[in-house]
């Protein structure tokens, strides 16, 4: 995170700002077979649940499917559908709408840069009263993954706000 904030005036003060986060890719899923299989839920004679993951044998994991995307950021997930915009649709329950498309992309790496000014139209024993605006861009990035084009997503977003405050002495 960055800041840059300048007053050039009692009045007027400036503001820059940039934030970032980035997500690591761990990946683990491959052709054969996930590197973890599918785990066991059981409980004991006590009550006590708990669970095992699937074991290896001759290199692949029983229970494992092939191709299953396991870790963060899968090259196997499917991104087939990250360039378009589908409409959403009614999934049939009380839980509203599915979101179009199936965009598997995870986030590799979010950032934004908001920049703008507070203005002090008037500022005495009364009070103050202030003017700002604000602009914000913004990026997410996905990981790229399977289906062609073989892309990460990426969604971009301007933003843009104004604000008129009253502050009581």
């Known amino acids: 995170m960055l800041t840059a904030e300048v007053t050039p005036t009692a009045r007027l003060t400036l503001y820059l700002y940039y934030g970032g986060d980035y997500a690591g890719r761990e990946d683990y899923g491959n052709s054969a077979a996930s590197t973890l299989g599918a785990p066991s839920l059981k409980q004991s004679a006590a009550g006590v649940w708990g ?64 920049g703008g000014y507070w203005y002090d139209i008037f500022k005495g024993d009364h009070g103050r009263l202030r003017q700002g605006v604000q602009y914000g861009y913004g990026v997410r990035e ?25 502050y009581l002495p």
Do not use: H
């Not at 994991?61 to 090259?75: C, D, E, K, L, M």
């Not at 979101?99 to 840069?113: K, L, N």
């Not at 996905?142 to 009253?166: L, V």
């Open 142 to 166: 996905g990981w790229s993954g399977a289906g062609s084009p073989a892309i990460g997503a990426k969604g971009i977003d301007n933003m843009f706000w104004t604000t008129f405050r009253y």
């Open 51 to 114: 669970g095992t993951w699937g074991t290896i044998s001759n290199g692949l994991i029983s229970g494992a499917t092939p191709n299953q995307p396991v870790g963060y950021g899968s090259r196997l997930l499917s991104n087939t559908a990250c360039n378009t915009i589908a409409n959403p649709s009614l999934n049939g329950s009380s839980t509203g709408f599915y979101p179009g498309g199936s965009c598997g992309a995870q986030t590799r790496d979010v950032q934004e840069v908001p």
